[in-house]
């Protein structure tokens, strides 16, 4: 009787360890496929993000022209995101000395505005910069919004450059 006893209590044991064992390897397999899902879907989410910050700007080559079209203006690069234009503008010649903040070059920040305001009425704000480092950067962007490249990060290292050169910007 003694070894009958040990015996069942031999094989209840075992098949309670045996269920506890399946148990937690379905909770393994379980959290597993659970966190193969996650890191899916955070990947597919940050390539969204990074195709929206690419999708967000725009180079608006028209307004291009239109800008370029003016006497004082030797070449430009506008960049529309959202309701907002960003214009990096090369002065001609006879104008490249004169200092950003002037009453000159406030004057023809605005009729740059009013260029490419005159292409897209939906804008809300034309922001203008003759600054070169500001001219440097907005070209680079350009050509790689044109490229079509994916540029990681685009939209937030644009945002930043826009903080910097216009602090009131709404960006």
Same mark, same amino acid.
Do not use: H
């Given at each position: 009787?003694?070894?009958?006893? @040990?015996?069942? /209590?031999?094989?209840?044991?075992?098949? &309670?360890?045996?269920?506890?064992?399946?148990?937690?390897?379905?909770?393994?397999?379980?959290?597993?496929?659970?966190?193969?899902?996650?890191?899916? #879907?955070?990947?597919?989410?940050?390539?969204?993000?990074?195709?929206?910050?690419? &999708?967000?700007? +725009?180079? &608006?080559?028209? &307004?291009?022209?239109?800008?370029?079209?003016?006497?004082?203006?030797?070449?430009?690069?506008?960049?529309?995101?959202?309701?907002?234009?960003?214009?990096?503008?090369?002065?001609?010649?006879?104008? /490249?000395?004169?200092?950003?903040?002037?009453?000159?070059?406030?004057?023809?920040?605005?009729?740059?505005?009013?260029?490419?305001? +005159? @292409?897209? #009425?939906?804008?809300?704000?034309?922001?203008? /910069?003759?600054?070169?480092?500001?001219?440097?950067?907005?070209?680079?962007?350009?050509?790689?919004?044109?490229?079509?490249?994916?540029?990681?990060?685009?939209?937030?290292? !644009? /945002?930043?450059?826009?903080?910097?050169? !216009?602090?009131?910007?709404?960006?």
């Amino acid at each position: 009787m003694k070894k009958l006893w @040990i015996l069942l /209590s031999t094989l209840i044991l075992c098949l &309670a360890l045996s269920g506890c064992g399946t148990q937690e390897a379905d909770e393994t397999t379980n959290n597993n496929a659970n966190n193969a899902e996650p890191d899916e #879907t955070l990947n597919k989410e940050m390539e969204n993000e990074d195709e929206m910050d690419n &999708a967000n700007l +725009e180079r &608006a080559e028209e &307004a291009e022209k239109k800008v370029t079209e003016l006497e004082e203006v030797k070449s430009a690069t506008v960049i529309i995101t959202d309701n907002n234009a960003y214009v990096a503008a090369v002065l001609t010649d006879d104008l /490249s000395e004169v200092v950003e903040g002037s009453e000159e070059i406030e004057q023809i920040n605005a009729k740059i505005g009013d260029q490419v305001k +005159e @292409i897209n #009425t939906d804008l809300e704000n034309v922001y203008v /910069s003759v600054n070169p480092d500001f001219v440097d950067r907005m070209t680079d962007y350009a050509d790689k919004i044109e490229a079509g490249e994916p540029i990681e990060g685009l939209g937030e290292e !644009f /945002s930043m450059l826009v903080k910097r050169i !216009f602090p009131d910007a709404a960006n």
